[in-house]
């Protein structure tokens, strides 16, 4: 079924988990989340990213994902990620996405809040949700040709007093922070300061927190993270990676005289994400 991602975070606050946002770049993708979310039995937020449109533009991407939404048996929230400008909001929810994110971190404060208002204002009106942004995770969050660590220069940690004054000014439902990760492949492992999740939560009377970079996070730090009070997180670059690991695999092990079909490419690729969103999905929400 098709919901709004406050319908979704009321989910997870209420059974104190945090519920997955997976990228769906291509079908492929989008098939594996969908049946990995329909065999954990659990809630799903399925994304498009502008810089996915290098694969396949929102507008050809975006009906499937709704589609898929309306005719799960589990909450599904169609989200744009990373949206970076009122035209591209309207777009996602003239698609019929039920949440969007607008990006505005890299604006001086004033702008960001000004935007983000009037963007929460259009995009309520619509029946809609939103998230924004206040700090930065570092690098971009396609996670391809990156890598990143703890000494990572672009990462700005979110101020828990501002926060209480962006989402009192804005009336976002949901709040992207950085608190330690970043987008792409981690070169060193991560240091999170849980704390900042834990004070913008106090600060701003429990504004659902998102996480981002959440590819190559341990077990026990995503566990911490949700105890804190991530209520999202957003997963794609390792999926991703289980996927061309996969195909890998399996082409490392034709024989000369085997026929290498690109529809046997994609199943292999389809499978291997749907194992590694279930994994993910499952850690999200305490089971292991």
């Known amino acids: 079924m098709l919901v709004t ?31 990995a979310a329909d065999e ?36 599904v929230c169609a989200h744009l990620d990373h949206g970076d400008s009122i035209e591209r ?4 929810l003239d698609l019929g996405f039920t949440s969007v994110m607008y990006d505005g971190s890299v604006l001086p404060y004033e702008e960001n809040v000004a935007n983000t208002k009037k963007i929460v204002e259009e995009t309520h009106a619509r029946g809609a949700s939103v998230e924004a942004e206040l700090g930065s995770m570092g690098k971009t969050e396609t996670g391809e040709g990156v890598g990143s660590g703890e000494d990572d220069e ?9 926060a209480k004054d962006f989402v009192a000014r804005t009336g976002i439902d949901a709040l992207a922070c950085s608190f330690g990760t970043t987008h792409g492949i981690y070169l060193k492992k991560p240091r999170l300061d849980f704390s900042v999740v834990a004070n913008v ?12 970079g959440g590819s190559g996070v341990s077990v026990d730090d995503f566990h911490a ?26 082409a490392a092990g034709l024989k000369e005289t085997d026929q290498p079909f690109y529809t046997s490419v994609t199943k292999v690729a389809r499978e291997a994400m749907k194992e590694d969103v279930k994994a993910a999905m499952r850690t999200f929400a305490c089971l292991d």
Do not use: C
Not at 51 to 71: F, Q, T
Not at 201 to 212: D, F, K, L, Y
């Open 5 to 35: 991602l406050k319908k979704i975070l009321n989910i997870a606050e209420e059974r104190k988990i945090a519920i997955g946002a997976f990228n769906a770049p291509n079908l492929e993708s989008l098939q594996a989340v969908m049946a």
């Open 40 to 75: 954990m039995d659990l809630p799903v937020i399925i994304q498009f990213a502008p810089v996915h449109e290098m694969h396949n533009l929102m507008s050809l991407m975006g009906p499937l994902m709704v589609d898929y939404a309306k005719k799960a048996r589990v909450p």
């Open 89 to 92: 909001v309207r777009q996602a």
């Open 154 to 162: 672009t990462k700005i940690y979110t101020d828990p007093v501002q």
């Open 201 to 212: 939560r106090r600060e701003t009377g429990g504004i659902p927190v998102v996480m981002h």
């Open 225 to 250: 993270a949700v105890q804190a009070g991530v209520r999202k997180i957003n997963y794609f670059t390792y999926m991703d990676r289980a996927a061309g690991l996969a195909v890998k695999q399996w």
